[in-house]
Every structure is written in C-alpha cells, then in structure tokens.
C-alpha cells in the first residue's frame, strides 16, 4: 500500500523562509507517490540499469519526472510552481520576466535570435560571440554586422566591447535593429554595459546582452553590475556555469523597462524546448536562485570572492606566473582567474595540473589557464591550488608532453563572403583542410570551451585559420 505523507507544519516553516516552489512540489510528489502509468517509463527508477542506479541513488531516479504530472505545473505555458518559481527569479533579479530554460543559455540565445529578429535585419554583434548566437542568426536569417573587442594581445584574448565602436557602427549604418554584446568574456574581462546602453537607447535599438558567465553579479555588491541594472532589454544566465544548477539550466531575463515582444520570445522557447521538461532541472534552477537569496547562499558567495582574492594574493608572489587583471579600459571579474606561467603553454599547463596533481581547470589556452572561484570551493582547495602552481612554476618541465603549437582561442579578423545564411544552406562540399585556403566557409567551426567561432559559413578560410584547426581534417565549404 502506498503512504500518505502529510506536511507538518514545521516542513511548512522552513520552506516558507525562503519560497522555492518546484522544490517543493517535487519533495510534496516524491513524499505522496501514486501509481504511475505514465513517462518517464523507468518509473521512479524501478527498470534502470542497476550500477546506474547505484552511482546516482534511488532518490533522484525517484524525482526524475516531467511536467504535467503530480501537480508540478507545466513549462509551456508556465502555470503552477513552475510559473511561481520563475516570477520569484524575475523578483529576484530584477526582471520584468524570466524564463526557465533546458538546453542551456543556448536555448535562450536561439529563441532571442527567432523572436526578434528577422531575414535580412542588421544585428550589431561581437565577434567573439558564443555560437549559440550564431546559430540563431543563421536561423532567423539576420545579418551579423561584427564589432572587433578590443584584443589582450600578451594573453591572446578578447577585451571589452568598447560604446564607441558600437556608436560608430549604429551612426554609419542607418538600418541596425539590434545590438548583442557578450559580458562578460570567459576569461572575466568586463565591457562597460552602461554607455553601451546609453549609445543603443540613443539610437533607439535594443541591447541583449549574453551574460552567461555572470549570473552571480545581481547577488553581491563586490561584483561587476548586472547589465539588467545597467539598461539591457534581455539578459541570458547560465546558471549551471556558476550560480549552482544542475547542468544545462538555465535563465533568460527581459528587463522592467523594455518594450521586448516577451510573448514572441515565449512562443520561440516553446518551440524550441523539449516537451518532457526535466523536473530536476527546472527544480535546480528553483534551488539556485534561493540559495543564492538565502543567507547560507550569500556566505557562500562572500567566501567564494575571499577565495578568488586569496588566491590571486598567493598568485601574485610567484615571480614566473601572471595572472590577468583588471587594467586601464576594463574590468575584470575576481572570480575568474586567468593565469599563465612563463615557458609552458595553457595546454601543457593544464595538463600538468591534472596529471600531477589531480586538479581540473575550466579551460586551456594556448596561453593560459581559465580558473573558476566556485561557489562550493573550500579555501583548503584554493591552498592546494596555490601550492600546485607554486611547485610548476618553480620546476622544469621538459620531461612533460609538449603541447605548444596549438592555438586555442580565435583571435580572427572575418573577412566575409556571403551571407551567414545563404552559406550555410547552399551547395557544400568536404574537402581536405589542405585544400580549403582560399574557399569559403559554408560551416560554423567552433570548439567549446569558449564556443567561439574559428569559422562562419560564409567566411574566407585563410592560412590564418590553420593553427587553430589542428583537429580538422576536412572542413565544409561552398561548392
Ligand atoms: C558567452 C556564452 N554564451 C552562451 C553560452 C551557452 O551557454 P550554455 O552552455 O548554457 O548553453 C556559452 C557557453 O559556454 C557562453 O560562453
């Protein structure tokens, strides 16, 4: 027989501290099971592999369940706590609308690009955008129209999108409808949002910003400004990068001012969203954004800023390592550490990091290495760290792998074609990378991380490219 479990009014207390209402439906449905006839069809983890079962426990096979059932609301439209639960994010970000998104700011990024924009519009954008947004362009049919960042050549990064590149842009091109930054980069550098959003409202052009790496600005003062306080229309959050959700979750802010087409943009996400809404996943979200308003969250915050300047403290006394700073015209965010050690390439330091000391960074460049500051970093880690670098820096590593002709982070100058789109749907051909100098593009090449395109459709492939297409043996191109 089946067991009622009724709330107690102590379980109301607590919860009711600090709302998270798809948290607690699913603890209300795994607490009240019924017989379930309906998908996902392992049935609260009955009929699963069993050393599956054992690695993720019983509980969380228990709760993998989709909308629609069990009173947890649906996604589209977003009713019941699904529908409470982004209203309490909106709040808590400062949007007039959130969005729950699976698949991702990807998902966000795509369904921005299919509601508002069109064939043949004129899109302001970086070219150092993710590829998400190169995606959505292709589908939508708009036309990129690149803005350069300023370049951080001794790191081989993009720097900050500077507002007078924007305002030249929108002053020589009368037909712009739209202007998409990415802030900030992956490796923390800060764009000055605020001017940027003075020169698009002067224009009267929306600005989007892809603030994927930076959803926890809005949740401490320590921390750059979040472009939703600093005039953006709609903003897109990773929050499984940094703010604690479970992989792939993520958010998509429109702004309390903006006169972004917010049912467009849902009608988009509908389309693109699955239609079995994992419940974990929208639950996380649910989870970050309170942990995040709580006041364990924000400790654990307060600690992850301490660490990230307790760290570049340590950093700093290594003579042969430097790690990258806020500088004259731009920002950056402490939590992100890019660092780099004289003689060993960001690939060969990483993987010594992991050979040696069993430690995994974000990512490797040709130059450095991407360290994340966590939320659930311990301050024993950041030693362990510190002391790891310590030790590489001070050591020969000759003996190591090497790893050095490889480029890792596109640093190109387009020189384009054809159009995005008309590339990407016409008549293609495989050919061998020897042969591709001099054709063009018909595909969007880009590694993660950073998801940053080495080539577009439409885009002269040049001898330039080469050192960064090492693992491509043939590439598409226009026949
Ligand atoms: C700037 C930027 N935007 C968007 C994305 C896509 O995010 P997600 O992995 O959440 O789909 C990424 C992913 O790395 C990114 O770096």
Redesign the pocket.
């Known amino acids: 027989m089946l067991k009622k479990v009724t709330k107690t009014n102590q379980d109301i207390k607590e919860t009711t501290k600090i709302k998270a209402p798809i948290v607690d439906a699913l603890k209300t449905a795994y607490e009240n099971p019924t017989y379930q006839f309906h998908i996902p069809g392992h049935t609260k983890g009955k009929a699963i592999f069993k050393d599956f079962k054992k690695l993720t426990g019983e509980k969380v096979l228990n709760i993998d369940t989709t909308d629609e059932f069990d009173n947890l609301g649906t996604l589209h439209p977003a009713t019941g706590p699904i529908k409470e639960a982004q209203e309490l994010a909106a709040e808590a970000f400062g949007a007039k609308k959130t969005f729950f998104l699976l698949?991702?700011?990807?998902a966000g990024?795509l369904a921005l690009a299919m509601s508002l924009t069109k064939k043949g519009q004129k899109i302001i954008v970086n070219r150092n955008c993710?590829r998400?947004i190169l995606t959505g362009l292709i589908i939508s049919g708009a036309e990129p129209l690149w803005v350069c960042p300023n370049r951080i050549e001794d790191w081989s990064v993009w720097g900050n999108v500077d507002a007078g590149q924007i305002e030249e842009l929108l002053k020589t091109h009368e037909d712009v409808s739209m202007v998409w930054i990415?802030n900030p980069t992956?490796e923390g550098v800060v764009s000055d949002i605020k001017s940027i959003s003075l020169v698009c409202k002067k224009y009267g052009v929306p600005l989007i910003v892809?603030e994927?790496?930076g959803c926890l600005w809005n949740f401490n003062k320590h921390l750059p400004e979040t472009a939703l306080k600093l005039g953006a229309d709609a903003v897109?959050h990773?929050l499984?990068?940094t703010g604690g959700s479970m992989s792939q979750s993520?958010m998509l802010h429109i702004s309390k001012d903006s006169c972004l087409d917010c049912n467009a943009v849902e009608k988009a996400l509908k389309l693109l969203h699955t239609t079995s809404p994992s419940l974990l996943l929208l639950a996380s979200l649910d989870a970050a954004r309170a942990n995040l308003q709580s006041k364990s969250g924000q400790k654990l915050l307060d600690r992850a800023i301490a660490n990230a300047k307790y760290l570049r403290t340590r950093l700093d006394a290594i003579p042969n390592l430097h790690q990258l700073k806020s500088d004259f015209g731009y920002k950056t965010d402490v939590t992100k550490v890019f660092i780099k050690i004289d003689g060993l390439s960001g690939k060969r330091l990483e993987s010594i990091l992991e050979i040696d000391f069993g430690i995994e960074v974000e990512s490797a460049s040709d130059i450095g290495v991407l360290i994340l500051c966590n939320l659930g970093n311990k301050r024993s880690d950041f030693k362990y760290l510190a002391d790891a670098l310590e030790s590489i820096a001070s050591t020969n590593y000759q003996d190591i792998y090497y790893l050095e002709n490889r480029k890792h982070m596109p640093m190109l100058e387009p020189k384009i074609m054809m159009s995005l789109r008309e590339a990407f749907y016409a008549e293609k051909e495989t050919i061998s990378k020897l042969d591709a100098v001099g054709r063009i593009s018909a595909e969007v090449v880009a590694e993660?991380?950073?998801?940053i395109s080495i080539l577009l459709p439409g885009e002269l492939i040049t001898q330039e490219h080469m050192p960064y297409l090492n693992d491509y043996e043939f590439l598409e191109v226009v026949k």
């Open positions: 698949n991702g700011s990807t990024n993710h998400s990415t992956y892809d994927a790496h897109v990773s499984h990068k993520s993660c991380p950073p998801g």
